[in-house]
């Protein structure tokens, strides 16, 4: 099993910076993905950010030159970078970590962001 653990999430105003953190622990051997998702209230879960094992990273387009996505291997730790932040980037952020063998999938518990002035 592993356990992930989100931290950083704030009432922050528009145009502001937050650093979201994840700190995994456990079994953590295998993975080969980590993901940031948000889900706004009465909105799909959706991917924001994610990193692979390799260090490729992907965006989704409403975030691409605002968002950044980091890793720290040593601390099991990702981060999530996000500046210039809007009202509509409100959403609880979830951690992901993905194993392809044997399949595995685990999510923290959610940090709530709340972007508003």
């Known amino acids: 099993q592993v356990q992930l653990v989100e931290s950083g999430g704030d009432l922050v105003q528009p145009g502001g910076s937050l650093r979201l953190s994840c700190t995994a622990s456990?079994?953590?051997?295998?993975?080969?993905?980590m993901g940031w998702y948000r889900q706004a209230p009465g909105k799909q879960r959706e991917l924001v950010a994610s990193i692979t094992n390799s260090g490729y990273t992907n965006y989704a387009d409403s975030v691409k030159d605002r968002f950044t996505i980091s890793r720290d291997s040593a601390k099991n730790t990702v981060y999530l970078q996000m500046n210039s932040l809007r009202p509509e980037d409100t959403a609880v952020y979830y951690c992901?970590?993905?194993?392809?063998?044997?399949?595995?999938?685990?999510w923290g518990q959610g940090t709530q962001v709340t972007v508003s002035s």
């Open positions: 456990g079994r953590i051997f295998g993975i080969s993905f």
């Open positions: 992901n970590f993905k194993r392809a063998l044997p399949w595995a999938d685990y």
